[in-house]
């Protein structure tokens, strides 16, 4: 039987929300971006490459371990990878598989062997089971994923990881240049650095992975109830050059005070509106930004 994969996620599998409620799942619209973009690839018979930069919270991991478990769980022999830059964000995002397999209707559960490292084996004892599995690897271990041979890999927050470009260079050989395989990169914005690199380079078409990037005012959460407010000249001009309503600029101002330590150039980086932005707000960027911003033309609010 063939399931289409947002009926399958959004009929069977639940996810944990911020407020720590278990839910259905319901593809968001950031979500829904991406679903599209990697439903466009695999109609065109390619494989699935997509480079991810991002706002923080807006619900990429969630989708990408729903799409890997799918995958994984309904069809035997696949191999599927997710590598994050640190122990707690790989159990994280090892939790969500497990709570997908915890709450799938009996009758979908595959087969299980017991492991103890962070994998999920689809399998009997015997080895009639499907032999997939999904496995939770922490960027910088030990040899990471040089043995496996993967389908899917989901490289999460790649811009925090140490030797990005080692450990991606060993990495990317494990996938196969097959249509039916899938690689997710995805990170907010760390400044000039690797992940900048494999950005540029899609988005110069020099490398194969597409590029989506995904602003914060995307996610419809990302508002607070409001009164009346008066808007300084920033908050005007990006009200009208993003369209945005006032509950988003309340939320704006909220998150600046309490999650950006009062720095707009934090949020600008954590919460960018367009590319350029998320890049240049980190101080790491030697160049004077007045002047790139110039030269590329677009207008940013320092
Ligand atoms: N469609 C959704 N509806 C409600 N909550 C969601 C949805 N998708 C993700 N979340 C929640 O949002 C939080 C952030 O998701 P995550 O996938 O880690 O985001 P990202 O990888 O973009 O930073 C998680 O707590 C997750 O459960
Ligand atoms: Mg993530």
Request: with cysteine.
């Amino acid at each position: 039987m063939i399931i289409n994969t947002k009926k399958y996620i959004e009929e069977f599998l639940k996810i944990k929300t911020k407020d720590s409620e278990i839910i259905p799942f319901k593809l968001n619209k950031p979500q829904l971006k991406l679903y599209d973009l990697l439903k466009r690839q695999s109609e065109a018979g390619k494989p699935q490459r997509v480079i991810i930069l991002k706002a923080r919270q807006m619900g990429f991991s969630t989708l990408t371990e729903a799409i890997l478990f799918k995958r994984t769980a309904t069809k035997a022999n696949v191999n599927s990878g997710i590598i994050a830059h640190k122990d707690d964000a790989t159990t994280n995002l090892f939790n969500m598989s497990k709570l997908f397999l915890e709450e799938l209707p009996e009758q979908l559960k595959p087969k299980t062997k017991a492991s103890n490292a962070k994998e999920i084996i689809f399998d009997d004892r015997d080895g009639n089971g499907l032999r997939s599995k999904v496995k939770c690897m922490t960027a910088g271990g030990d040899g990471i994923g040089r043995s496996d041979t993967f389908q899917n890999l989901h490289l999460s927050e790649v811009s925090s990881w140490t030797h990005a470009k080692e450990i991606l260079d060993g990495l990317l050989q494990a996938v196969p240049n097959k249509p039916n395989t899938l690689i997710i990169i995805e990170s907010t914005a760390k400044g000039y650095d690797y992940f900048k690199e494999l950005w540029d380079k899609a988005c110069d078409g020099e490398n194969d992975f597409e590029p989506l990037f995904c602003a914060w005012w995307e996610l419809d959460e990302y508002r607070l109830p409001c009164g009346e407010l008066e808007l300084t000249e920033e908050e005007q001009e990006l009200k009208a050059l993003y369209n945005l309503d006032n509950e988003q600029i309340a939320w704006r101002r909220w998150c600046i005070r309490n999650n950006c330590g009062n720095d707009v150039n934090t949020f600008k980086q954590e919460y960018p509106s367009c590319p350029e932005e998320a890049f240049l707000a980190s101080g790491e960027c030697i160049f004077d930004k007045d002047i790139i911003v110039s030269q590329i033309g677009f207008h940013i609010f320092f």
